[in-house]
């Protein structure tokens, strides 16, 4: 059995991986959205499953939430019942997407009208925020184009400008606004923020407290996005990872399954540039689970990430840059793929219970009766989305 160091115990010991809110609820394609037995009717059981997951593996303290998705009377109320749990309430993921208004654009929309209530919806997200002890404010936008000539690119950018920075300027000292960029979807010809670039060239224009969030699930096929990791690590402005896996598009898969090299590769660079266990590099989930249960589906995720990260600490780094100064590509190579073909579980495994964890958190799942509970308990839960 590899046997993992003192030293990546301990560094396993502090990573903690954000779960979506939306994850727990149904969700589906524009097919067919299948309900799954014992889904949340509300936040509160959204956050109780979240904590399910932590309870059993150590790794998710915190809870992101989406709003008005996960809009509550009182979130007092809802961050009690967090911390009685054992986690926390996290990012507040804006939504400026779901209403008619936004047809043309949100935060770009040239109709004052729109874009204005786009704007108040992200600073009354900042209100929940502050009432939630949030301190991201995590910003995607389907703002973008169909048609050639549709609409004028460069003002929609202007427009996103003076819009980011209105609500920039009503977060806290404490808080940070993440920008996310996706590639296509749900605009098929242009974007307003399509890649790493534009995110990082708006926020760059705010302030020290607007960063990136990249979506490993929001590139075109073939891009490496552990180069972009990287980039946006040395220029100080990754601010958060929302964590899925894909094989076509924005397939939101659980992380790890599609490709579990690329997300060695990108962990290794998030460990070279300084970013792991970092504050300022939040990870996060951002998957649904169409078909699997939940709960399960989102303990495999962190699972996945932990034992990926766990290769990623064994990269022989000393190795590595001997090779590398020799020029010796094979000799490199290889040792970048003895760490990833490493297996890790045994060790994780025996590490976990000694923690006073289950060995198999899956397996522990199956056989604590959460899910039966849950699934005589709740009658009627909830889409992703259209909830409570
Ligand atoms: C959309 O594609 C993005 O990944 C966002 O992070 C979005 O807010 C999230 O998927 C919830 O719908
Ligand atoms: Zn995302
Ligand atoms: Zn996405």
């Known amino acids: 059995m590899t046997a993992l160091s003192p030293e990546i115990l301990n560094t396993l010991e502090k990573q903690t991986i954000e779960l979506p809110s939306w994850a727990f609820g149904n969700s589906g394609t524009r097919f067919k959205v299948f309900t799954t037995p014992g889904t949340p009717r509300d936040p509160f059981e959204k956050v109780a499953d979240a904590a399910q ?5 150590g ?19 809802l961050r009690r019942h967090a911390e009685g749990l054992g986690v926390r309430l996290g990012t507040i993921n804006s939504n400026a997407f779901q209403d008619d208004d936004y047809k043309f ?5 040239a109709d004052d009208t729109v874009r204005r209530k786009a704007i108040d919806h992200h600073l009354a997200c900042i209100d929940v925020m502050d009432a939630t002890g949030s301190r991201d404010l995590k910003i995607w936008l389907a703002d973008g184009t169909n048609y050639p000539g549709q609409d004028d690119m460069r003002a929609r950018q202007d427009r996103l400008h003076e819009s980011l920075t209105e609500i920039y300027a009503r977060l806290g000292d404490e808080q940070r606004l993440v920008l996310e960029y996706k590639f296509f979807e749900p605009a098929f010809y242009h974007t307003d923020v399509p890649d790493w670039g534009t995110s990082y060239a708006q926020v760059s224009a705010l302030g020290d407290k607007a960063m990136v969030c990249l979506d490993t699930g929001h590139h075109a096929p073939g891009t490496n996005i552990e180069f972009i990791v990287m980039q946006l690590l040395r220029l100080g402005k990754l601010g958060s990872f929302d964590f899925n896996s894909r094989f076509y598009a924005d397939d939101d898969l659980i992380v790890g399954a599609a490709d579990p090299f690329q997300l060695f590769r990108i962990l290794v660079e998030v460990i070279r540039g300084g970013g792991l266990n970092n504050p300022d590099v939040a990870f996060m989930l951002d998957q649904c689970h169409n078909i699997e249960k939940k709960i399960p589906g989102q303990i495999r995720s962190v699972l996945n990430v932990q034992e990926m990260t766990a290769r990623a ?15 010796d590509v094979l000799a490199a190579n290889a040792v970048f793929m003895d760490a990833f073909q490493t297996d890790v579980r045994p060790a994780l ?37 259209w909830g409570a």
């Open 349 to 385: 495994a025996q590490w976990r219970e000694s923690r006073g964890l289950p060995a198999d958190p899956m397996a522990a799942y199956a056989a604590c009766g959460y899910q039966e509970k849950i699934e005589a308990e709740r009658v009627g839960g909830v889409q992703a989305g």
């Open 313 to 327: 600490l064994l990269l022989d780094g000393d190795a590595l840059a001997a090779a590398q100064k020799a020029n």
């Open 59 to 77: 790794l998710a303290p915190s809870v992101a939430l989406h709003i008005p998705w996960d809009l509550v009377d009182d979130f007092d109320a």
């Open 105 to 109: 654009g949100s935060l770009t929309s």
């Open 53 to 57: 997951v932590n309870a059993l593996t």
